[in-house]
């Protein structure tokens, strides 16, 4: 692994590594909390995890972080789970988030943009002052520190107010997009008992207008801990009887009171996938969220008051308060409420190009989708703002590392990230002062003791293991909502290596340490002994201009066999005959393994995804081992249930 890509794609120039925010925090921490001022980003990398308190000190200080009450120390307990950070300390994330508006108030917070592509501003005063109006109303509605406000609402400048509201009074956020069916959002919400819902009446996506009026009268019905419920107005209908008015509650000019909250008070609550049950609902903190986005937006992202920051999300997936944390750093964000693809496949660089974006943040499944539909960005939208592309959802093929470095820039900065909801944060990922290697994260990221390990437990170089961290993040989980013994929380993630995080992932650092994402562990291709991650075999098969997409499952058989099929859906006008069979299966041979090429390859009408984009591997291997479908999927987790009955019939059929 390590020599797969000895010349790197891109290397920062000496000014670039020169100006970089964690360049200056390198030299600033050196002088004043022991950390190596020689040796580069690997030096400092091993002082931030081998000294955690020293670490996280200086990134408080480095970021000027507020504490209404100080802390006695920076860890109280390091166990996992469990760490105690910051114990004593009180402050506030939204205050945080608004402190620009005390220097810039005229300047842009945010950069709302929907389909018709022209964006429009809130500045930081105008963002400030309804955060402060909404506040004081929730505060009046009866709203105290602990309660759970939720949001069914799309990526608009009033889900990042109802937000930092929320945080300012020191209750609880959460939310879902609008996208989400009744059933999906129920089994989020209920589990949390929302006191307050923000609600839009509809939305806007690929051209057309979705009403979701019904939708929202079912959530009323079925939320019985509601006392209030908000209408925005999205497509101009009349607030159904009950609600409030959004404009009504936030047209005065009021100062926001900040309420002082313990560093591990809850801040928001996110959601996994909940493809074989109910969504985990996952607790994070204030100070974890806000010292944790903190160094990663201003240090590894190299965020600042100069810059504009993009991200394609929607409200139901964890890049969305990721987003909204650039606020953190002074950085205008940029909110896109729309289809990625509309009008056309280029829609995402158009926005970045309108809004002067200089992060860029998307799917690795977009960056692809371009490729194959030929769009030229450099060639037809002027992207010379945008100084790093990111992507995230799954790992970015090595094809995709090429064609943004051919079609946006040579000198652009390729920063393929991995983490998760349940930090809220990445692993590893962007370093503006390392190379980029075709096919890799740069690094594991700072205070993040990111190790590659094998089933006893041994650390691994350039070689394929678990993902696991050994020391804590201060964004990990507090706890899980209804899980009061923290049994469901032990058993997610340290079950397999007690007092070690396992993610499910599998990864391969390598000796000159950047990191290799490889897929879920949990749907790992075992043949014979050779373990190898989905991801692997999508990115080869994908190269072939008639697979649109692919699912790859290995079944293990009652009698001991194992039955591994390769799903593909095909592009239009495109046939699965014997010369695609033959290049598909020789791709994979050549490519990654002779043992890897698939026992059958089978044509199905669309691969199933999560809510979130996320393709769904181990429901369909529960479905493929005779599990009916309502024991193998929770139907409320994915984009097309209809997709899923194909497996179940061939299942049947099998048998």
């Known amino acids: 692994m390590s020599t797969a890509n000895p010349q790197p794609l891109w290397r920062p120039d000496p000014q670039r590594i020169a100006q970089a925010q964690i360049t200056?925090?390198?030299?600033?921490?050196?002088?004043?909390?022991?950390?190596?001022?020689?040796?580069?980003?690997?030096?400092?990398?091993?002082?931030?995890?081998?000294?955690?308190?020293?670490?996280?000190?200086?990134?408080?200080?480095?970021?000027?972080?507020?504490?209404?009450?100080?802390?006695?120390?920076?860890?109280?307990?390091?166990?996992?789970?469990?760490?105690?950070?910051?114990?004593?300390?009180?402050?506030?994330?939204?205050?945080?988030?608004?402190?620009?508006?005390?220097?810039?108030?005229?300047?842009?917070?945010?950069?709302?943009?929907?389909?018709?592509?022209?964006?429009?501003?809130?500045?930081?005063?105008?963002?400030?002052?309804?955060?402060?109006?909404?506040?004081?109303?929730?505060?009046?509605?009866?709203?105290?520190?602990?309660?759970?406000?939720?949001?069914?609402?799309?990526?608009?400048?009033?889900?990042?107010?109802?937000l930092l509201a929320t945080a300012a009074v020191g209750a609880v956020w959460t939310s879902c997009a609008p996208d989400f069916g009744a059933r999906s959002v129920l089994d989020r919400f209920q589990q949390v008992e929302p006191v307050v819902l923000f609600t839009v009446d509809g939305y806007r996506y690929g051209g057309k207008e979705h009403d979701r009026s019904d939708v929202v009268a079912e959530l009323r019905r079925e939320l019985p801990t509601l006392r209030a419920v908000v209408h925005i107005p999205l497509l101009g209908t009349e607030a159904p009887e009950g609600a409030l008015e959004w404009s009504g509650l936030t047209s005065a000019d009021v100062a926001p009171v900040f309420e002082p909250v313990p560093f591990d008070h809850p801040l928001w609550v996110l959601y996994s996938s909940g493809t074989t049950g109910l969504p985990k609902a996952i607790v994070q903190s204030q100070g974890g969220i806000l010292v944790e986005h903190l160094k990663q937006l201003g240090l590894h992202c190299d965020l600042g008051p100069g810059d504009r920051f993009f991200w394609y999300t929607s409200t139901g997936w964890m890049m969305w308060n990721f987003l909204v944390s650039g606020l953190l750093t002074g950085t205008t964000i940029i909110l896109?409420?729309?289809?990625?693809?509309?009008?056309?496949?280029?829609?995402?660089?158009?926005?970045?190009?309108?809004?002067?974006?200089?992060?860029?943040?998307?799917?690795?499944?977009?960056?692809?989708?371009?490729?194959?539909?030929?769009?030229?960005?450099?060639?037809?939208?002027?992207?010379?703002?945008?100084?790093c592309v990111a992507t995230t959802g799954s790992p970015l093929p090595p094809d995709g590392f090429r064609w943004l470095h051919d079609e946006v820039r040579e000198d652009l900065w390729i920063a393929?990230?991995?983490?998760?909801?349940?930090?809220?944060?990445?692993?590893?990922?962007?370093?503006?002062?390392?190379?980029?290697?075709?096919?890799?994260?740069?690094?594991?990221?700072?205070?993040?003791?990111?190790?590659?390990?094998?089933?006893?437990?041994?650390?691994?170089?350039?070689?394929?293991?678990?993902?696991?961290?050994?020391?804590?993040?201060?964004?990990?989980?507090?706890?899980?909502?209804?899980?009061?013994?923290?049994?469901?929380?032990?058993?997610s993630y340290f079950a397999m290596y007690p007092g070690v995080w396992r993610h499910g992932d599998w990864i391969t650092l390598t000796s000159r340490g950047s990191v290799i994402i490889h897929g879920r562990s949990d749907s790992t291709l075992n043949r014979q002994g050779v373990r190898m991650g989905s991801a692997d075999i999508y990115e080869a098969v994908e190269r072939l201009p008639e697979i649109k997409e692919s699912l790859v499952i290995g079944v293990e058989q009652p009698d001991g066999g194992y039955w591994m099929p390769l799903f593909v859906q095909l592009t239009p006008g495109a046939a699965l005959d014997d010369a695609l069979l033959g290049r598909i299966k020789g791709t994979i041979r050549e490519q990654l393994s002779p043992r890897h090429v698939p026992d059958e390859v089978i044509e199905v009408p669309g691969i199933p995804h999560t809510l979130t984009g996320k393709r769904i591997e181990v429901p369909v291997k529960r479905l493929l081992q005779g599990t009916p479908l309502d024991k193998a999927v929770n139907p409320g987790s994915v984009d097309d249930l209809d997709l899923l009955r194909f497996y179940e019939e061939l299942a049947r059929k099998r048998a």
């Not at 860890?75 to 114990?87: I, K, N, V, Y």
């Not at 860029?360 to 037809?380: E, L, N, Q």
């Not at 890799?440 to 691994?460: H, I, K, M, R, Y």
Request: hydrophobic share 35%; proline share 9%.
């Open 336 to 387: 896109y409420d729309g289809s990625p693809g509309y009008p056309d496949t280029g829609a995402q660089w158009r926005i970045a190009e309108r809004t002067g974006a200089t992060l860029f943040g998307t799917s690795a499944a977009y960056v692809m989708a371009c490729r194959k539909a030929g769009v030229h960005p450099s060639r037809d939208f002027d992207l010379s703002t945008v100084q």
């Open 24 to 162: 200056k925090f390198q030299t600033w921490a050196a002088e004043h909390h022991g950390a190596p001022a020689l040796g580069g980003y690997p030096a400092l990398h091993r002082w931030s995890v081998d000294e955690l308190e020293a670490f996280w000190k200086a990134v408080t200080e480095w970021f000027d972080v507020r504490f209404t009450s100080p802390y006695a120390r920076v860890l109280g307990d390091r166990s996992m789970p469990g760490a105690e950070w910051f114990p004593g300390a009180t402050l506030n994330y939204a205050e945080h988030a608004l402190r620009a508006a005390g220097t810039r108030a005229d300047e842009p917070a945010l950069l709302h943009v929907d389909e018709t592509h022209e964006p429009r501003p809130v500045t930081w005063s105008e963002l400030r002052r309804q955060v402060g109006s909404l506040a004081a109303e929730l505060r009046a509605l009866g709203v105290r520190p602990g309660d759970r406000i939720s949001g069914y609402l799309p990526n608009i400048p009033e889900a990042v107010v109802a």
């Open 416 to 491: 393929s990230v991995s983490g998760g909801t349940d930090v809220c944060s990445c692993f590893a990922g962007a370093v503006p002062t390392l190379p980029v290697h075709i096919g890799e994260l740069q690094a594991p990221c700072l205070g993040t003791d990111l190790q590659s390990w094998d089933p006893s437990g041994t650390p691994l170089i350039d070689e394929v293991g678990e993902l696991v961290v050994t020391n804590p993040m201060p964004s990990m989980p507090i706890h899980f909502w209804n899980d009061p013994d923290g049994s469901r929380y032990h058993d």
